[in-house]
């Protein structure tokens, strides 16, 4: 990865525009619309080099093929002795130098009123690269005003630059690197924080306190001192004058460093696991205390793997590690979002969690309400601390600084997590029964980190909704929280039975170990899939991994059941984007993917969708999608499609769960929200294409205000939409109302006392205040209602 022709690309990606560039005689079939990625820019080149030019790659950066003749030539070296040369440097030397180095200090010092937070060499390497650019630039006009720089030779110019000047760069731009808070700031940055591995790439583990340069006779010598190592020495050719002016430069240009206020790695909380040691970063104007990989049950491994999980009996002695992410929950690769999920450590031993408090909790301060953050993913992948090669999803500094405690958790996935053994020891839906853990440790210990145990909201994004809503009507939930939200996704199916039931749920398991070597025993063949590999049991895990429904201790009933049995507390904040399948469509049906849709093979997938609901007329889901559709018209039958599987998979559940909620809760406000904007970054997740609309999981960079904690990544209306969004979440979880636009106009609920029509948020910068009415009706309300309830 580097900077090639003008804008940051890879290696492939380079030689394919140098080739290609001049040329540019390509073609594309499916109307320059293609989705680039490492993976499908081999299918299309067109496309791929249209993206090329869109990220800011120029032709005129390619040289011609009289330069590339000149480059073949053979170099004739142009050398000069120096004799009696002095390093002594007179009045009028030491005034032009002086003179020198005040013209070279470009840009200010930023303040650290913002962090970055890295954890990936990609993200690393980008931002540096970006920053060096600058630097080698300003470095190259500096060493033009050298008199002894342009006495050589062109090529000699050249090779000086591109050896040196990233060393002299990074020397010159470092203001603190210490390996313990593994903490970086340069010249003109914002602190960023990394892994300490990141910083060794680039640095060596230096403790940089001082520069100094020995020139004489003819053994010029930089020597760096070292934090580790003592001084190690770099010698360079005594013959290249033009060594000599880089250092003579280097040499008076030396500045003393220290760590900035407000940064520090020494944070410890005492809580029911023992001492965590977090950090304080600086970020939006406010110290935030942040606690990473904590954990909340013992290691669900060996007789525990199935099981419930069980709280931590002894506080670990010592002090645990709270600077560093934990292990995410075992989970198989996912290549279709592999920018979404990212590259995860991972480990059967996972069961941990995240905290952001800011500071300034004192005696007589006010407890700070408590967002509890559950991660979607299918109940197969995600973690607590999910990022993409750029940024991460699912950090707590932006809603921490705007006073509320921000908890993120893993829980078990996959096979982990809900499989079912008929037995006391493989119950199933333990995953669930880890975030009901999670929820408990919060109670007993988020008082320690400022936050209010009597003012909890969860709130989820697909499989984190679906358990958002599974939350609210287990009894083993009740009482844990207050408020929830809900972000595509519910506990809510074919009203006559769960997605799996006892008999199947049991089916799979047995067939896993099966497809295992274990015996087929009654007696043995749990314990046998209890005791294989994990990695092997990982590589098991099937395509789709459904909870149970109802019959267990989480969920004794189905929801239309619940509902009409029970009485709930919670207000509640549901919503789903406007076309929310599509992306997910295109997971499950790779068909979509070639942009040649045939009415016959729509009707094939909607057959196949209606054997895994059950109880569905295929041939009516045909009829009612493709009313006013061309059916010669591959577009609009992916777009038909892709409404299919938007009302069934997220739309209708979400929505109907909530109007069935307010109908069944009058106390409880209840709100809805339609998300009809999505940043340029939603090529990420394969959402490309005015046929996707805005897919699934559009809501949650500008929920966790990732453009404001990445400028560079968003546009001027994402970080406003950001703070917006952000605003109503926190606005909900401090007082259950929602206010938009105008502070004094409340967002209204879903239904109101005597009133049929259901009212939601249109949530888009566009049209801040828009509210729509019914606008599911004939979808969800009449289509699909007597399925759901």
């Not at 030491?94 to 180095?101: A, D, Q, V």
């Not at 039975?497 to 049991?506: C, D």
């Not at 019914?774 to 699909?784: G, I, L, T």
Request: contains cysteine.
């Amino acid at each position: 990865m580097g900077k090639n022709f003008g804008a940051l690309s890879c290696e492939p990606c380079k030689a394919f525009f140098r080739r290609n560039a001049l040329k540019n005689k390509f073609k594309c079939r499916l109307g320059n619309n293609c989705s680039i990625d490492t993976i499908t820019r081999r299918f299309c080149s067109k496309c791929r080099f249209d993206k090329c030019l869109a990220i800011g790659m120029r032709r005129e950066f390619i040289a011609s093929d009289e330069k590339k003749e000149l480059k073949k030539m053979p170099v004739i070296p142009i050398a000069r002795p120096i004799d009696g040369h002095k390093s002594d440097f007179n009045e009028t030397e030491m005034y032009i130098i002086s003179e020198l180095i005040q013209s070279t200090q470009f840009g200010s010092i930023m303040g650290t009123n913002s962090v970055f937070k890295i954890n990936d060499n990609h993200g690393f390497n980008f931002i540096l690269t970006e920053r060096f650019d600058n630097y080698v630039r300003n470095e190259t006009k500096a060493v033009k005003g050298l008199t002894a720089f342009n006495t050589i030779c062109e090529d000699d110019r050249i090779l000086l630059l591109k050896y040196s000047c990233i060393e002299v760069t990074f020397l010159r731009s470092i203001l603190y690197l210490n390996d313990t808070a593994d903490y970086l700031q340069l010249q003109g940055m914002y602190p960023i924080l990394t892994p300490t591995t990141h910083l060794h790439a680039f640095t060596s583990t230096l403790f940089i306190t001082q520069i100094s340069v020995r020139i004489g006779g003819k053994d010029p010598i930089l020597t760096i001192n070292e934090h580790f190592d003592g001084s190690k020495r770099l010698k360079r050719d005594p013959e290249n004058a033009y060594f000599e002016s880089f250092t003579e430069y280097l040499t008076t240009s030396t500045r003393s460093y220290k760590l900035p206020d407000g940064l520090s790695s020494g944070v410890v909380i005492k809580t029911t696991s023992g001492a965590v040691k977090g950090q304080t970063i600086r970020a939006f104007d406010t110290n935030i205390d942040q606690f990473l990989g904590i954990p909340y049950a013992e290691p669900p491994v060996g007789k525990l793997r199935f099981a419930s999980p069980e709280s931590i009996k002894t506080p670990k002695p010592g002090e645990i590690d709270g600077t560093q992410t934990g292990k995410a929950c075992l989970q198989k690769k996912n290549d279709f979002l592999k920018d979404y999920f990212g590259n995860l450590s991972m480990s059967e031993d996972c069961l941990t969690l995240n905290v952001w408090t800011a500071q300034g909790l004192g005696v007589g301060s006010a407890l700070k309400p408590v967002m509890f953050w559950i991660h979607g993913g299918w109940f197969q992948y995600g973690s607590s601390f999910q990022h993409t090669p750029d940024y991460f999803w699912f950090n707590g500094t932006y809603l921490a600084a705007n006073d509320v405690v921000f908890v993120a958790i893993n829980y078990r996935l996959g096979l982990f997590g809900f499989t079912y053994g008929a037995d006391e020891t493989a119950p199933g839906n333990v995953g669930f029964l880890d975030q009901v853990l999670a929820l408990k440790w919060v109670r007993e210990n988020i008082h320690q980190f400022g936050g209010d145990k009597d003012q909890i909201t969860i709130f989820g994004h697909s499989a984190g909704s679906w358990s958002v809503s599974a939350h609210i009507l287990s009894p083993l939930s009740k009482g844990l929280f207050k408020r929830a939200i809900m972000q595509s996704g519910a506990d809510i199916m074919n009203k006559n039975r769960g997605l799996i039931t006892r008999p199947e749920a049991l089916s799979l398991a047995k067939s896993v170990a099966k497809n295992l070597n274990c015996s087929s025993d009654e007696d043995k063949w749990l314990e046998c899939l209890k005791a294989v590999d994990a990695e092997r049991l990982k590589s098991e895990t099937p395509t789709t991994v459904y909870p149970l429904q109802d019959n267990t201790d989480f969920l004794p009933e189905l929801p239309i059941t619940a509902f009409n049995a029970h009485h709930f507390n919670p207000d509640v904040i549901a919503g789903v984007a406007n076309r929310d399948g599509s992306s997910l469509a295109k997971y499950a049906v790779p068909q979509l993917l070639d942009g040649n849709v045939t009415k016959a093979m729509f009707t094939t997938l909607v057959q196949l969708a209606a054997i895994e609901l059950h109880d569905v007329n295929a041939t009516k889901m045909t009829e009612f999608y493709l009313r006013n559709v061309d059916t010669g018209n591959s577009d609009e039958l992916k777009t038909a499609f892709y409404e299919l599987y938007t009302d069934v998979s997220m739309r209708c559940p979400t929505y109907l769960f909530a109007r069935q909620y307010a109908q069944h809760s009058p106390d409880s406000r209840v709100y809805f929200f339609d998300i009809s904007y999505q940043s340029l970054n939603a090529y990420r997740w394969g959402c490309v294409g005015p046929q996707m609309g805005v897919c699934h999981g559009a809501e949650e960079e500008f929920m966790f205000g990732v453009p404001l904690m990445y400028p560079k990544t968003f546009t001027p209306l994402d970080a406003q939409f950001a703070r917006t969004v952000t605003k109503m979440w926190i606005d909900f979880a401090k007082t259950g109302f929602v206010a938009f636009g105008n502070p004094d106009k409340k967002w209204p609920t879903i239904i109101s006392t005597g009133s049929p029509v259901s009212m939601f948020k249109d949530l888009s910068p566009y049209v801040p205040q828009r509210v729509l009415r019914d606008a599911y009706y004939d979808n969800c309300d009449k289509f699909w209602g007597n399925y759901f309830q």
